[in-house]
Structure formats: C-alpha cells, structure tokens
DNA sequence: TTCACATTGTGAAAGTTTTCACAGTCAAAC
DNA sequence: GTTTGACTGTGAAAACTTTCACAATGTGAA
C-alpha cells in the first residue's frame, strides 16, 4: 500500500502535469517536476517508482504516460461520487470550489438539516434533508462524504454517514470523530493550521 | 524548535482541554487526552514534555496550568493579527468561520482586488483594495496573510505580501508558492485532501 | 560504432517521528 | 509509617520518511 503522504503527493504532481501538458510540453524530468512541487528531485523519482511507473534515462517521463499512472493508482475506474453535509457558508464555497472540476470525483449531493436549504440546487447540486442521505447515498453509490456542519453536530453525522456505508470522510469540523477502523478520515483543520502559521511566523529567524 | 507536527497537536489539545474546562474538570490524565486526540498516551506526554510543563504523577496534569502553559508557546503576548486576500466564497466563509473566536489571533482586514467587494464590513472586518495592503499591514501590526484568491493569482498574492512584511501564509490556493526561506506557508489542499480520501475509501478494506 | 553525459532507479544512510517500557513519583489507604 | 498502584517523564528502540550517491541506461554526436 502507498503511504499517505506519498498519494498527496501524487495527487499534486498530477494537477502540476497536467497544468503543463496544457502549456504543450510533452516530457519533464524530476528535477522540474520537484522545483514545482517544492520537494527534491530524489523524492519525486521515489514517488513515482511506487506507482510503478517508469521513465526514460535520456528524455525523463513521458508526460501522458505519467499522468496516465497517476489516474491508475489514484482513480476509481468506475469513478467515485462524495456527498456535502452541511450548507452554511463553508459548504456553500466547497460546492463552488470542486464543482465541475473532476467528472472522476465530483460532489454529487448536498445535505443540510435546515429545511430552508433543501430543494435548491447550488452549484449544480441538489440540496436534500439530511434525514434522506442513506436513501441517497444507496441510490447514486456514494462512498464519500464532507463534514462542513458546526462541531457539535459533526459526530452525530459522521455516526449517520457510517451507517449509510460511507468509507472515507472529509472533515472540516474542528473535533476528532470516531469511526470505524474500516473508514478513512482526512481532517481539515484550518483553525490548527493558522494557529501553526502564527507559531511559525513569529519562530522563524529574521 | 518545536516541530511542526507537535505544534499541530498542541493546538488541537487546547481546544480539547478548553472544552473539557467548560464541562467543570479540573484535570486531565494523558490517556484521556489522548482518546479525545486521536493519538497515542505516549504522544501527549512526549508533546507536553517539549513545551516543558510537567504533571503530576498521581493527578496527571492540572487543566488551567496545562493550557496556559500551551498558550505561552503557542501565542504571542502581544497578540498576531492577519490578513485575508480574496473575498470570493471561500474567503468570506473563512471570516464568518475565524470571526471573533480568540482574541490572540484574529482576521482584522480583508482585500479584494473587485471594487464592489471593497469598502464593506463583513463579519465585523473591513475589505479594502488590494492596492491598500501594504498601508494597512504597517498600519495594523498584520503579521498573517491568508490567500484565498483564484491560483492564477495566487503567486502575485503571496509576493506583495512578503514585500508588504508578512511572515507567515495560510495559502488555500492549490499552487505551491515561491517565498523567501524567512516566509513561513502552510498549505491547506482541499483537492489533494479529497483525492487523499477517494483513494483510502477505496483502498481501506472492507 | 563508440563515446560522452544527463538522467533514472534504487540500496543504503540519514533523519525524523512515534512507541515502548520502566524507573521514579505522588497520594491515598491501611 | 509503610504499602500499593496508577501515572508521569524519558532513554532507547522501532517505525517511518527522506536524502544520498552511484551503477545502469538510453540517446545524440562524432
């Protein structure tokens, strides 16, 4: 099994690529894919011997070929859909930020518990009452969700989405759930975050 | 230096504690705190040890003393004051989200280079153009800048706030920013996070 | 064909973080 | 006073992650 932070990498080296890809290069040697990750050359070439891919000695990796590998280990062939809990102003940004960007991986339901958020559709997605998350999360094969409620109700929901059958959890609440071990939490904590930020500007030498 | 990991935790171990003081305990033992963290007991003493408080054998460790000892690691006496630059969604969910929650640390100015967002007070905080950042950071004492703005400008941000004195960057753009090694930034990748839980969705096994 | 050379792939070293495991400590019980 | 037992503090081990350093490789030039 690849090691998490290998994958968040991997997942950064792929929106690099493809960014390129775009500016119509067609190969990248580690060391110009690790001056724009900001990691070092032996790393990147770590990284993706663990997927499995090869590159050239004389012309690096081949930049389809690469991203390509990435999407292997990476996606669901089949793709995977994510449900939002949660439609107050950070729910609401989500559904902008990822709306439309990756048909592979997209939010394709919106909760709230609020029955003035319900039936509308925001950015494309349709608000529903969170009552009718595990009717919704069967139907359309949901596997992932998004916490973006208060933290006093976070647990409540993460309780809910394990027992609708959801196996990976996007938290942005500021509390630890406790899941099964059999369901994979990622914490978003951006409280944590400016706090080592106000740390860190303030230790780091002038 | 503390690292980075552990300065993570503390803060998260405050807020645990903080919480846990409103319920009326007096004191806390590291196996507690370390089911309510998510982490080992092991843990929690190692961190404590490294900001130098120390417990008491029979009672474990003394609530107030704990968190203010965290407090006078973590937090600057004269408290830190920041700066948030794009006023879109995300950004404006970011207000609402860190508005009037600890004194120390406060989101006191917001920029936007839209005219229409300027000049208006949301949650409580002033947006301004972004032409006006480097007068209001001198003026304000800001040593933090937030970027929540399109990647595209992401990079520019980041420039005028290095040139404008900021320290330390809470960046939510998905590109990696070039500072000086004096610039402390903290990513927070909301797609690197997403695609994180995709994979160990899939991957964990049932 | 042969050479030169920048790059890859990777075993091993170094560095970092976490956990183990136990001596030392304190307070309550007797 | 003494014993008991749960807990802390921490050196050392283990686990994990990153970096080093170099043999192997493929290509273009001579």
């Keep these: 099994m690849i ?4 994958i968040g990498r991997l997942s950064l080296y792929r929106r690099l690529l493809n960014r390129l890809l775009a500016e119509g290069v067609r190969n990248v040697y580690s060391h110009q894919l690790a001056a724009m990750a900001g990691v070092t050359p032996a790393q990147v070439r770590r990284d993706i ?4 891919y090869s590159g050239n000695p004389n012309r690096g990796y081949d930049m389809t070929e690469l991203i390509d590998s990435i999407g292997q280990s990476l996606d ?3 793709g995977q859909r994510a449900a939002l809990i949660g439609v107050g102003n950070l729910g609401r940004a989500l559904l902008t930020y990822f709306s439309g960007r990756r048909p592979r991986l997209a939010i394709v339901a919106a909760f709230d518990s609020d029955p003035r958020k319900c039936d509308r559709v925001i950015q494309g997605c349709r608000c529903f009452g969170i009552d009718r998350l595990p009717e919704k999360v069967a139907e359309m094969d949901i596997s992932i969700g998004t916490i973006t409620v208060p933290s006093g109700e976070a647990q409540k929901v993460a309780d809910l989405m394990v027992r609708a059958g959801i ?5 942005f609440a500021p509390v ?3 899941v099964p071990s059999n369901v994979y939490v990622e914490d978003v904590d951006m409280t944590m975050a400016l706090e080592k930020v106000a740390y860190f500007a303030r230790k780091i030498q002038p």
Tied chains: 1, 2.
Excluded: A, C, H, V
């Design 76 to 78: 669901d062939p089949e």
């Design 3 to 6: 090691p998490d932070k290998t």
């Design 176 to 178: 630890r759930l406790r």
């Design 49 to 52: 011997m663990s997927i499995g």
């Design 167 to 171: 196996r990976g959890i996007m938290n």
